[in-house]
Each structure stands twice: as C-alpha cells, then as structure tokens.
C-alpha cells in the first residue's frame, strides 16, 4: 500500500448584501474585499482536487506537524489514527 498526498481547494459560494450609493454600487465590492460585510449565505461547491503524489511516512509526519503544530508531542501511532485515512476506516 501507498500513502498519497491529495491536494484540494475546497469552494464556498458566498452572498453578501451591503448598501451602497445608487450612483456607486460598485462600492460594495470594496467593502466585501475588505472583509467588512456581514455574510448573508453560504452554499459549499465541493472539493476540487489539484494534485497528487506518493509520499513516503516520513514525509507526511514532517509535513503534518508544520500544518498541525499543535499535535507535534503527539505518538507516530496516534497521528496516524487522527489524520490518515487507511484503507481499514473505509467502509467496504
């Protein structure tokens, strides 16, 4: 068996509804980049995959405690059962 890193981006569809001048309504754009708008909805689109690789163990416990830093103490063994999916926690 091997241990594939697959990389996703994960896409929302969100809404927005901010009041704005009649003559600029393009200033609500403004005010939804600054991250200053009250979200009206969200809808998830789904994963979309955009890589993968074979990588080996020791690798991935290297690359999981630079994402996961808080789990850098934590056993080989218990890192795996929390974050790798093996092929026994697949339902058959």
């Known amino acids: ?11 929302y569809r969100m809404r927005y509804v901010v009041e704005a001048p009649d ?3 393009e200033y609500a754009l403004d005010t939804v980049v600054c ?17 993968h690789r074979k ?5 991935i416990m290297k ?10 103490e934590w056993s080989d063994d218990h890192k795996i059962k929390t974050f790798i999916t093996l092929e026994s926690d697949l339902k058959k």
């Open 23 to 25: 003559t600029h309504p």
């Open 55 to 59: 990588v080996s163990a020791q690798d």
């Open 35 to 51: 991250e200053e708008a009250k979200e009206f909805s969200q809808h998830w689109l789904g994963e979309t995959i955009v890589s």
């Open 63 to 72: 690359m999981l405690d630079e994402d996961n830093g808080y789990c850098k």
């Open 1 to 11: 068996m091997a241990l594939v890193l697959v990389e996703c981006i994960s896409q």
